[in-house]
């Protein structure tokens, strides 16, 4: 069996990416980060998704990136927003979060000998976000096949990113269809420590709104609506 | 004054891009990685290096990269090879650490609006590293164009490796002309808490040959030779 390293946040996208490789196939080592994220809630959630699909192995690994500032979801000066989704690089964006998270994954993947990542990334609901856009992860892995030891003995690295250009209705579509339990899964940006949802941050309204249009019932215990 | 962030070990290279970086009239700001490595005396050293050079800021991110293994240089039960530098790969390689590395830089880049990150990799004396070489650091700031807001608001992320293509003697040269004291320094792998080199991994021997060539006293403490 192939190895993969798949990035699990305890979200939505990244509980469907797993199914995905679980599906292929593939034996999956799930990565989980904890870069000092408010909601703390979903690495507790991370951790039972990767047990419901009976995953090799699980880490998490500790990066304090609220020693950098500068996002909502690490910086507790900033307000995460509750008003609705606008145009433009949200305050939640997380200066270079999924290339460190990459990275780490890439050093993972070195050690085990696997040539797979995978990540959950979508360049339709947050397009929002410069690193999930389909240059980016191209370039990812044209760089990731010149960093490592692994690469450069001829062995190429690839990077699946399958929800890439599928719109929230067609992830929730896919996972349900592959069995994965929404009801392990957080979004939310504050959710609390039982995994309950605020219902007001983009995070919420973009899952809310992918369960009605997939004409699937939201399993999400909202605090708001 | 524009701003810089230098990744900072504490070693000989590292100290030298930053002399290099001040020097060019940059604001500079160093960002060090505890990353499970052995010698921890390095992390010391890269305070007092920052210190001696008048930066603006040194902050150190810890992150554990020893949870992922395969590196004499996280890994305790790995052994560093003292027998002399050999061709290839050596175990004291840590997987994707200057991808890990650059990607905080990175990061922190973002946050303080510069553009502009130095590492002192080197092409020549590490040649056995993967991710050391020209056509990794052109792939990684060619990403990181595409990974930030920053570059997507049209800003220009340029990726300096001074070092790249100077042997360990020339740096050596060009850091006494620039005024590093290397006394405050540390390369060995196995450093004791003093900062005392042992004088047999691979990084001791490099460092002394390197002094010997550029004709300039070694203020090393080896514990032998």
Same mark, same amino acid.
């Given at each position: %069996?192939?190895?993969? @390293?798949?990035?699990?946040?305890?979200?939505?996208?990244?509980?469907?990416?797993?199914? %995905?490789?679980?599906?292929?196939?593939?034996?999956?080592? /799930?990565?989980?980060?904890?870069? &000092?994220?408010?909601?703390?809630?979903?690495? /507790?959630?991370?951790? !039972? *998704? &990767?047990? +419901?699909?009976?995953?090799?192995?699980?880490?998490?690994? +500790?990066?304090?990136?609220?020693?950098?500032? =500068?996002?909502?979801?690490?910086?507790?000066?900033?307000?995460?927003?509750?008003? $609705?989704?606008?145009?433009?690089?949200? *305050?939640?964006?997380?200066?270079?979060?999924?290339?460190? %998270?990459?990275?780490?994954?890439?050093?993972?993947?070195? *050690?085990?000998?696997?040539?797979?990542?995978?990540? &959950? @990334?979508?360049?339709?609901?947050?397009? =929002?976000?410069?690193?999930?856009?389909?240059?980016?992860?191209?370039?990812?892995?044209?760089?990731?096949?010149?960093?490592?030891?692994?690469?450069?003995? $001829?062995?190429?690295? %690839?990077?699946?990113?399958?929800?890439?250009?599928?719109?929230? !209705?067609?992830?929730?579509?896919? =996972? !349900?269809?592959?069995? #994965?339990?929404? /009801?392990?899964?957080?979004?939310?940006?504050?959710?609390?420590?039982?995994? +309950? /949802?605020?219902?007001?941050?983009?995070?919420?309204?973009?899952?809310?709104? $992918?369960?009605?249009?997939?004409?699937?019932?939201?399993?999400?215990?909202?605090? #708001? =609506?």
């Amino acid at each position: %069996m192939r190895k993969a @390293v798949v990035l699990l946040s305890g979200g939505l996208d990244s509980a469907t990416t797993l199914a %995905m490789a679980c599906d292929k196939g593939f034996a999956c080592y /799930a990565l989980s980060i904890d870069y &000092g994220q408010r909601h703390q809630s979903e690495l /507790a959630a991370a951790r !039972k *998704v &990767g047990q +419901s699909m009976g995953i090799k192995m699980h880490r998490t690994i +500790s990066i304090d990136l609220s020693a950098l500032g =500068g996002s909502a979801l690490t910086d507790r000066s900033i307000a995460v927003p509750t008003g $609705g989704t606008t145009t433009g690089i949200p *305050v939640t964006y997380v200066p270079a979060r999924n290339t460190v %998270m990459l990275s780490l994954a890439l050093a993972w993947a070195e *050690v085990l000998g696997s040539h797979d990542i995978f990540i &959950g @990334v979508n360049a339709i609901d947050y397009s =929002g976000y410069p690193d999930c856009r389909p240059d980016y992860i191209e370039a990812f892995e044209k760089m990731s096949n010149l960093a490592t030891k692994t690469a450069r003995e $001829g062995n190429k690295l %690839m990077l699946h990113a399958p929800l890439l250009n599928l719109s929230k !209705k067609e992830i929730i579509s896919l =996972g !349900k269809e592959l069995g #994965v339990d929404y /009801a392990l899964t957080v979004s939310c940006y504050q959710a609390d420590e039982s995994g +309950s /949802a605020c219902g007001l941050c983009d995070a919420c309204r973009i899952r809310r709104a $992918g369960f009605l249009a997939a004409d699937i019932s939201d399993p999400t215990r909202y605090r #708001v =609506g």
